[in-house]
């Protein structure tokens, strides 16, 4: 028995090192071994803090008696799907086609050509619930494999030629206009939980890309039923369980449709994309709530996810051990009215227990609370919340930590970029615009390096051998033009133009249509195209929202006609599914808005750049400087000059430019603030 995960950098995969299984990555040479051996593949994906793939190794991978089976039977292959999105996203579709639903860990058997035949998520190792044990799965496999291969052939082929028929020949017929934003909000008007916020019910994820559009399009119309559903939403989720209380940051849904108890485990990409909604939340409203959650998120990323080299771990796992050891979900997080007493003594632990509701019975297992806000938002002692608070946290830091995934995702870093960069600048946290520059830095000496195309991964500081999918170029891209518009620095602007055009050159078919992977990626058994977003904006979007801002900023006609060509999807997909485009409509509002183009000749961190900042025009983008090289750094700012010798800020949308002005009032004004 070989194991070949030894030397993997994948968190996921080292944790699968020590199996009795004889796992492989993925790779042409467990193929050619299972053709050699005549036997299929077993394809188990997973990610590093998934609770139910830890629970699976536990009781299947760990087993020796299952390992030996597994062995002699299968080429046994196992992936990060965080590390290979590709495999993850065309084998996740076949397994949705065929059950009708998916989640990890994901479990597909394959024949030596990569094509599925049989499918499953988690597989117990004792029949339950009308599921058979994963034993009986590796036996039925290997009896059909043995006993009917014709059929095994015949539904492989089916399967794969199901799938190479979903290809998308095109996004749609031109781009979404009024007509499709108002559908979308309809739609989403429908499905919005009045009672708790969010959309849909059990489980709920948070929706801050819906948000996000939400808030766009009250900036642009001043549709107050928009607002109304993103701010409430946003207070469910700061007040809920799914917030963490005492040390910021989101978990990643809610098994409850009331926000109540989290699935405990804590992405990054969740906890930028939220900090900035709140951020904008904030813009909008002025919500000190919004404020603080925004900070406080701001500040968990920072303290608990950077790595020593200033990139952004993936990931905190929902397991830890409880006070017997025991490796548990939410051990970390969870308290009972005993543990409160403990720390707090009588007086503060009953103040506690009706503050964070707390039961005798618990909300969680065993007698367990997840802490929460559930009294109304009404009069509380601010000071004696926040001593409570801090007692609990520093007791909370002497038990088992979850486990981090180091693992660095440019993707999900270049949401953080944006996010810290926006966040700092808004309230005058330099720190945080720090942090997000030298994140950036990172993403270009090591996930750029000598090859000039993305890596998808870095771990301590040395990159990874996968490359970058298209949600890697979109996402880095737009946290480089977040950098550019905060720091006046325009090397992001050209970063950004680098990624971008490889967008155009790399991943962009006919008509609009763009593909997850590049043309010379690897050949899977179809080339991964998925317009909707998932947790996180998807490519397409990511990439049409980064070009559409950058065309803005250089006038760049490639970029604009790619932009709009990539938003035909949303036109077709936004009036029937919202809730998973919202990060496309959050793009299209920008589109219908212009977006507007702020040009500030003037100092960077002064008061019309900040005003800049703050407007809250849909997508605007703002370039500031001053002197006679600020036009090299940004197209924009040629031939800006100052009037009166003062800082003058020039705002234009559609070819189309305002009168110049001193006035930090008037341009607030201009762009909605």
């Known amino acids: ?110 024949t030596p050509d990569a094509e599925p035949f049989y499918f499953g998520t988690y597989f117990p190792p004792e029949p339950r619930h009308g599921s058979p044990s994963f034993q009986q799965v590796l036996e039925g496999v290997t009896a059909a494999w043995t006993d009917r291969r014709d059929e095994v052939a015949e539904v492989a082929g089916r399967i794969v030629a199901d799938l190479a028929g979903r290809s998308l020949v095109h996004g749609g017929d031109g781009v979404p206009g009024e007509s499709e934003v108002a559908q979308a909000l309809l739609g989403l008007t429908r499905e919005y939980d009045e009672q708790h916020g969010g959309f849909g019910g059990a489980p709920k994820f948070p929706p801050a890309m819906v948000v996000e559009f939400l808030l766009r399009h009250y900036a642009r119309t001043g549709a107050e039923g928009a607002l109304q559903m993103a701010a409430d939403t946003c207070t469910a989720m700061a007040r ?94 969870v308290w009972t009215p005993g543990q409160l007493r403990e720390v707090l003594g009588e007086d503060d632990a009953a103040f506690a227990a009706a503050h964070f509701g707390v039961t005798e019975e618990g909300t969680f297992e065993e007698g367990a609370s997840v802490l929460r806000l559930p009294g109304d938002a009404g009069l509380v002692d601010a000071a004696r919340v926040t001593g409570v608070r801090a007692r609990l946290l520093a007791a909370r830091d002497e038990r088992p930590r979850p486990g981090r995934d180091d693992k660095v995702v440019a993707a999900w870093n270049g949401l953080a970029i944006a996010a810290l960069a926006e966040t700092g600048a808004f309230f005058d946290r330099p720190d945080l615009v720090e942090r997000a520059t030298e994140a950036a830095d990172l993403l270009v000496r090591v996930h750029l390096g000598e090859v000039a195309r993305l890596t998808r991964t870095s771990k301590d500081g040395r990159a990874g051998d996968n490359a970058g999918v298209l949600e890697d170029y979109g996402d880095v891209a737009e946290g480089f033009l977040a950098l550019a518009a905060v720091t006046g620095e325009g090397a992001w602007l050209e970063f950004a133009g680098f990624l ?174």
């Open 1 to 110: 028995m070989v194991n070949r995960l030894a030397d993997a950098m994948s968190p996921y995969l080292l944790q699968h090192a020590d199996n009795p299984v004889d796992w492989w990555p993925w790779s042409p040479e467990a193929f050619e071994e299972a053709r050699k051996r005549d036997v299929p593949v077993l394809l188990s994906v997973g990610y590093a803090s998934c609770h139910w793939c830890h629970v699976m190794a536990h009781e299947s991978f760990e087993d020796e008696t299952v390992a030996a089976y597994l062995n002699a039977h299968f080429v046994p292959v196992k992936v990060d799907r965080e590390e290979r999105p590709d495999v993850d996203a065309v084998y996740m579709e076949a397994v949705q086609a065929a059950t009708g639903h998916g989640g990890w860990p994901m479990t597909v058997f394959l």
């Open 240 to 333: 809920g369980g799914i917030y963490d209380q005492l040390g910021g940051g989101f978990a990643r849904y809610s098994v409850d449709r009331e926000w109540i108890v989290p699935h405990f485990e804590k992405m990054l990409y969740d906890n930028a994309l939220l900090c900035r909604v709140y951020a904008h939340l904030w813009r909008a409203t002025g919500s000190d709530e919004a404020r603080r959650i925004a900070l406080e998120t701001a500040d968990f990323m920072v303290r608990e996810l950077r790595t020593a080299e200033g990139g952004f771990a993936s990931a905190l796992d929902a397991d830890s051990e409880d006070a017997d050891g025991r490796h548990v979900e939410g051990a970390y997080y």
């Open 500 to 673: 971008l055009d490889i967008v155009l050159e790399q991943f962009t078919g006919e008509g609009g249509q763009l593909y997850d992977t590049a043309h010379d990626a690897e050949r899977l058994i179809r080339r991964p195209q998925d317009p909707a977003d998932s947790a996180t904006p998807s490519g397409w979007t990511a990439a049409a929202g980064a070009l559409l801002s950058y065309a803005a900023y250089t006038g760049s006609e490639a970029h604009r006609t790619a932009a709009e060509g990539a938003l035909g999807v949303v036109k077709a997909l936004g009036p029937r599914v919202p809730r998973f485009v919202g990060w496309g409509l959050a793009v299209a509002e920008a589109l219908l808005d212009g977006p507007r183009e702020v040009a500030v000749a003037g100092p960077v961190g002064g008061e019309l750049h900040r005003t800049a900042l703050l407007g809250r025009a849909p997508g605007a983008v703002v370039a500031a400087g001053e002197g006679p090289g600020a036009g090299g750094e940004f197209p924009l700012l040629v031939d800006r000059p100052l009037v009166g010798g003062e800082p003058t800020a020039y705002v234009c949308r559609h070819f189309v430019c305002d009168a110049p002005t001193t006035d930090a009032g008037e341009l607030a004004a201009k762009l909605g603030g």
